[in-house]
């Protein structure tokens, strides 16, 4: 089936005698409500559109922002509220019966570096019905800001139009929201569903699928379960991750992070209270050579959630990525911590092709005086590798040997201290060999759900 262009969903919108709103746009000019006035017809949709640039305007249309920010969910939520209350009261007695309203809104900023912002619709899904919402965070990614403004006016419009038309199936909810956007132009950190127009949605899943599509770097879930915008959640905290496959989360990974946030707090005096420990995976696995399903990353974002610690989940196969993606948050002091087998692969030049500098340009993206490489000793029967196990070739020896006498790398533990390195495959393992002793490996809270899985 051929996708329908943003004009020709605006103008579904504009003939459908029953839709009838309000848009309310701050930052970025009027780049949704314009579609709608393009298309012909608007008289018969658009009930009010407002821009409020001046900040001392929006506090007295919406409220003053609390935060000092007016690029957040807050102020969105503010705008929703306030646009869709004032239809009801003025609208509803002359036409609720015919009609479902709307209130489109959004906040962005596009004219710094980091470009982007909330847009949301509160709606009426059918004539009468109590409102729904669905709620977005996306990053701007072209350069230029007319293509970013191009972007911002089709996910708009997609996004009205998939709330009235769509709404019956998550997955083409999902797709039809990106429609003539090209891939690579946004990037959606979260998207919030309420209401009864939503109540078969999950929105864990979608929000994992939108990584899986390409139209998402990272979805940040904190532990109630909720997915967070990573700038609200992550702002200007100190923040230790520990990367891994948690198929499942095994006890070394518990005493990994354990011993890791000491190691983080002593080093830049840090309370424990003042660092958020995060957990961390990748859809995509360079490493392992797979790629994740939406459903086994909520199983693992489960087992997770289970111990009391949030979740993020990435499509960044490497570690400096990440760490760029988290400096649009913070920046705080912040510790990655790997067991000492990954040191090989970390080093390895083949993972840095696309870069000019290659491996030297890569690892400098990574490791600064505010972030470290934390190295947790890898220890079997027979060995028990650390940071002067490993052994680069000649050729990068000395970029290794910088990071090292700079204490950029560090280990945390000595082979003394810890028990044997306890793998995700070894319980596995275990479980499918009927051996009942691998729940010692397993956090006791999370035993139910490692069953489950296997």
């Given at each position: 089936?051929?996708t329908q262009?943003?004009?020709?969903k605006?103008?579904?919108?504009?003939?459908?005698?029953?839709?009838?709103g309000?848009?309310?746009?701050?930052?970025?000019?009027?780049?949704?409500?314009?579609?709608?006035?393009?298309?012909?017809?608007?008289?018969?949709t658009v009930?009010?559109?407002?821009?409020?640039?001046?900040?001392?305007y929006?506090?007295?249309?919406y409220?003053?922002e609390?935060s000092?920010?007016?690029?957040?969910?807050?102020?969105?939520?503010?705008?929703?509220?306030?646009?869709y209350?004032?239809l009801?009261k003025?609208?509803?007695?002359?036409?609720?019966?015919?009609?479902?309203?709307?209130?489109?809104?959004?906040?962005?900023?596009?004219?710094s570096?980091n470009?982007?912002?909330?847009?949301?619709?509160k709606?009426?899904h059918k004539?009468?019905?109590d409102?729904?919402?669905?709620?977005?965070?996306?990053?701007?990614?072209?350069k230029?800001?007319?293509l970013?403004?191009?972007?911002l006016?089709?996910?708009?419009?997609?996004?009205?139009?998939?709330?009235?038309?769509?709404s019956?199936d998550?997955?083409?909810f999902?797709?039809?929201?990106?429609?003539?956007?090209?891939?690579?132009?946004?990037?959606?950190d979260?998207?919030?569903?309420?209401?009864p127009?939503?109540?078969?949605?999950?929105?864990?899943?979608?929000?994992?699928?939108?990584?899986?599509?390409?139209?998402?770097e990272?979805?940040?879930?904190?532990t109630?379960?909720?997915?967070?915008?990573?700038?609200?959640a992550?702002?200007?905290?100190?923040?230790f991750?520990?990367?891994?496959?948690?198929?499942?989360?095994?006890?070394?990974h518990?005493?990994?992070?354990?011993?890791?946030?000491?190691?983080?707090?002593?080093?830049?005096?840090l309370?424990?209270?003042?660092v958020?420990?995060?957990?961390?995976?990748?859809?995509d696995?360079?490493l392992?050579?797979e790629?994740?399903?939406?459903?086994?990353a909520?199983?693992?974002v489960?087992?997770?959630l289970a111990?009391?610690?949030?979740?993020?989940v990435?499509?960044?196969p490497?570690?400096?990525?990440?760490?760029?993606?988290?400096?649009?948050a913070?920046?705080?002091?912040?510790?990655?911590?790997?067991g000492a087998?990954?040191?090989d692969k970390?080093?390895?030049?083949?993972?840095y092709?696309?870069?000019?500098g290659?491996?030297?340009?890569?690892?400098?993206?990574l490791?600064?005086?505010?972030?470290?490489?934390?190295?947790?000793?890898?220890?079997?029967?027979?060995i028990?590798?650390?940071?002067?196990?490993?052994?680069?070739?000649?050729?990068i020896r000395?970029?290794?040997?910088?990071?090292?006498?700079?204490?950029?790398?560090?280990?945390?533990?000595?082979?003394?201290?810890?028990d044997?390195?306890?793998h995700?495959?070894?319980?596995?393992?275990?479980?499918?060999?009927?051996?009942?002793?691998?729940?010692?490996?397993?956090?006791?809270?999370i035993?139910?759900?490692v069953?489950k899985m296997?």
């Amino acid at each position: 089936m051929r996708t329908q262009t943003t004009l020709e969903k605006a103008l579904d919108i504009n003939t459908d005698l029953k839709l009838y709103g309000t848009f309310a746009e701050i930052g970025a000019g009027q780049e949704v409500a314009r579609q709608f006035f393009q298309v012909g017809k608007a008289s018969q949709t658009v009930a009010l559109a407002i821009s409020a640039y001046d900040m001392t305007y929006s506090d007295i249309i919406y409220g003053k922002e609390k935060s000092g920010r007016y690029v957040c969910d807050s102020r969105l939520k503010q705008m929703l509220e306030k646009e869709y209350e004032k239809l009801i009261k003025r609208l509803n007695e002359v036409r609720g019966n015919k009609t479902t309203f709307f209130a489109f809104a959004d906040t962005v900023a596009t004219a710094s570096k980091n470009s982007h912002g909330w847009m949301g619709v509160k709606f009426q899904h059918k004539i009468g019905a109590d409102p729904s919402e669905i709620r977005m965070h996306v990053r701007l990614l072209d350069k230029q800001r007319l293509l970013q403004q191009e972007s911002l006016s089709k996910l708009g419009v997609n996004m009205i139009h998939s709330c009235f038309y769509k709404s019956a199936d998550s997955i083409d909810f999902t797709q039809s929201l990106f429609d003539q956007i090209k891939l690579g132009s946004i990037s959606v950190d979260a998207i919030h569903f309420e209401g009864p127009a939503f109540v078969k949605f999950d929105p864990l899943y979608v929000n994992l699928s939108l990584i899986q599509m390409g139209l998402s770097e990272a979805i940040f879930i904190n532990t109630q379960a909720e997915v967070e915008n990573i700038g609200d959640a992550l702002w200007d905290k100190n923040i230790f991750i520990q990367r891994a496959s948690y198929k499942p989360v095994t006890t070394t990974h518990i005493d990994i992070a354990s011993r890791g946030v000491k190691h983080f707090e002593n080093e830049f005096k840090l309370k424990s209270s003042e660092v958020t420990t995060i957990f961390e995976f990748t859809l995509d696995n360079r490493l392992k050579n797979e790629k994740v399903s939406v459903e086994e990353a909520i199983q693992k974002v489960k087992m997770i959630l289970a111990l009391n610690l949030p979740v993020l989940v990435t499509r960044f196969p490497l570690f400096y990525q990440m760490k760029e993606f988290i400096r649009l948050a913070s920046n705080k002091p912040l510790a990655i911590v790997i067991g000492a087998t990954h040191l090989d692969k970390l080093f390895d030049e083949k993972f840095y092709l696309d870069l000019n500098g290659g491996l030297l340009e890569g690892m400098g993206k990574l490791l600064d005086k505010s972030t470290r490489l934390y190295i947790y000793p890898h220890k079997t029967k027979d060995i028990c590798l650390l940071t002067k196990s490993y052994f680069p070739k000649s050729a990068i020896r000395h970029i290794y040997t910088h990071f090292i006498e700079n204490k950029f790398i560090q280990d945390i533990a000595g082979c003394d201290e810890i028990d044997e390195f306890m793998h995700s495959e070894d319980i596995i393992k275990m479980i499918k060999s009927k051996k009942t002793d691998w729940k010692k490996y397993v956090p006791v809270s999370i035993h139910a759900l490692v069953q489950k899985m296997n």
